[in-house]
Nanobody
Framework: QVQLVESGGGLVQTGDSLRLSCAASGRTFGSYVIGWFRQAPGKEREFVAA???????SYANSVRGRFTISRDNAKNTVYLQMNSLKPEDTAVYYC????????????WGQGTQVTVSS
């Protein structure tokens, strides 16, 4: 069983930056793919970024070039650095994890709110 806890959300202005953290329990964290997803009010949850155990990363087109995902396996933590934030980035952000070889997400955090004011 893996538990994921997000932190770092908040209220910022357009153009500001935030760094989200996803802290995981469990000794197999290093072998997991960790992804960030977000869900805005009235919209479906969407993929934001992911990082595999190999360090390979993937980004949604809407955030590529502005967001950076990274991981620190020694701290069992994945980060999402968000720069040049826009009002359309406003959402609840969730991290999720699962075995890298399967590229699936078995575990989900509770989410952290990010609000970008114009």
């Amino acid at each position: 069983q893996v538990q994921l806890v997000e932190s770092g959300g908040g209220l910022v202005q357009t153009g500001d930056s935030l760094r989200l953290s996803c802290a995981a329990s469990g000794r197999t964290f290093g072998s997991y793919v960790i992804g960030w997803f977000r869900q805005a009010p009235g919209k479906e949850r969407e993929f934001v970024a992911a990082i595999w155990s190999s360090g390979v990363t993937s980004y949604a087109n809407s955030v590529r070039g502005r967001f950076t995902i990274s991981r620190d396996n020694a701290k069992n933590t994945v980060y999402l650095q968000m720069n040049s934030l826009k009002p359309e980035d406003t959402a609840v952000y969730y991290c999720a994890g699962g075995p890298s070889f399967a590229s699936r997400y078995d575990y989900w955090g509770q989410g952290t709110q990010v609000t970008v004011s114009s």
